[in-house]
């Protein structure tokens, strides 16, 4: 089943990278920006964020096992979305995430949510998401 679509939501793209550990999935789509041309993301932590903010803010802690989020952004896309309208900058930068469950750590989730410009600009960046995506897929299939 390694790298199945499942749908989470109408505008949210996952696919589980099974088995496969989470450093393997990690670097497979680091490799993707890089096979895109773009330059290393800005990672935030985000599955250590909630862990740090449960006790004060009630929530669980252990909604995943490991779960970041990488930030990007595209020169070529952005430039195509802000000369359509310079409102588009709130659209930028992109971001795919990536996470285990808790008792599943050989089952990596990666997470797009394509932007919902239903323009040329958006389809843009849907293909480039699109490619990072299968690229992430087809990388963690060699690191298997």
Known sequence: MAGAAVRAA??????????????????ALLDAFVDEGLAPPAVSQFGEMLARTAPDLGHRADFYGEAEIFSFCSAQVSGRMIAEDVRNIALCPMTVALYTLPG?????????????????????????LRRIVERTVDNAGQRR
């Open 104 to 128: 599943r750590p050989r089952t990596v989730f990666l997470a797009a949510r394509p932007p919902a410009l239903q323009s040329p600009s958006g389809e843009f960046a849907r293909a480039l």
């Open 10 to 27: 109408d505008e949210v793209i996952v696919r589980e990278l099974q088995p496969l550990a989470y450093a393997d999935a990690r670097a």
